[in-house]
Antibody, heavy 125, light 114 residues
Framework: QLQLQESGPGLVKPSETLSLTCTVS??????????WGWIRQPPGKGPEWIGS???????YYNPSLKSRVTISIATSKNQFSLKLTSMTAADTAVYYC?????????????????WGQGTMVTVSS | DIVVTQSPDSLAVSLGERATINCKSS????????????LAWYQQKPGQPPKLLIY???TRESGVPDRFSGSGSGTDFTLTISSLQAEDVAVYYC??????????FGPGTKVDIK
């Protein structure tokens, strides 16, 4: 079955750029009607959507993070990636990659049906 | 921006009893074009990612026990666990997707055993 796995550094210094990659296995990232997304969750808080991308390459970002976020996709590698610049302590969180699902016929379900296990990112000098 | 709120913040329910969680959106999440409410519910246990339970406000995800049900339309929604089991102890989040393609999660409701 489809699985997602995040990879990247667990510790980032203030003002630096976070780079994370999500590897999709058990299926193709180039599938119609499914978007791929990044969500983060600070310790003890609720999830926050960061952004999503379609295999054709059009990304969408949370307006609150848009100036610092870049999401890209590499269909040949079955991967998509996140870059978040100017990291601060407020960006400390578990970062998840996930798939936005679609029902039979292609209609978006408007929710994330498959998630990676998440990777903890701490911002500290 | 659509704001999503949940109530209560936490609740404790006896095993076998009903648990009810409410979610309110600041704007309607009903798409008139397809009559779908873009409201989802997730369950999250410690150390795990959120697990999708319900989408389109009332459609149960494959494999989710039928004691979980969702209801509501427009701006007011409810997740009901009809007979609480020990394995249902978790934090539950609602999430809206009306402001396409932007997602907003609620603050969560913690469910415990009384």
């Amino acid at each position: 079955q489809l699985q997602l796995q995040e990879s990247g550094p667990g510790l980032v210094k203030p003002s630096e750029t976070l780079s994370l990659t999500c590897t999709v296995s058990g299926g193709s990232i180039s599938i119609d009607n499914h978007y791929w997304g990044w969500i983060r969750q600070p310790p003890g808080k609720g999830p926050e959507w960061i952004g999503s991308i379609y295999y054709s390459g059009t990304p969408y970002y949370n307006p609150s993070l848009k100036s610092r976020v870049t999401i890209s996709i590499a269909t040949s590698k079955n991967q998509f990636s996140l870059k978040l610049t100017s990291m601060t302590a407020a960006d400390t969180a578990v970062y998840y990659c996930a798939r936005r699902g679609a029902a039979a016929g292609g209609l978006s379900i408007g929710a994330f049906d498959i998630w990676g296990q998440g990777t903890m990112v701490t911002v500290s000098s | 921006d659509i704001v999503v709120t949940q109530s209560p913040d936490s609740l404790a329910v006896s095993l076998g009893e009903r648990a009810t969680i409410n979610c309110k959106s600041s704007q309607s999440v009903l798409y008139n074009s397809n009559n779908k409410n873009y409201l989802a519910w997730y369950q999250q246990k410690p150390g795990q990612p959120p697990k999708l339970l319900i989408y389109w406000a009332s459609t149960r995800e494959s494999g989710v026990p039928d004691r979980f049900s969702g209801s509501g339309s427009g701006t007011d929604f409810t997740l009901t666990i009809s007979s609480l089991q020990a394995e249902d102890v978790a934090v539950y989040y609602c999430q809206q997707f009306y402001s396409t393609p932007i997602f907003t999660f609620g603050p969560g409701t913690k469910v415990d055993i009384k």
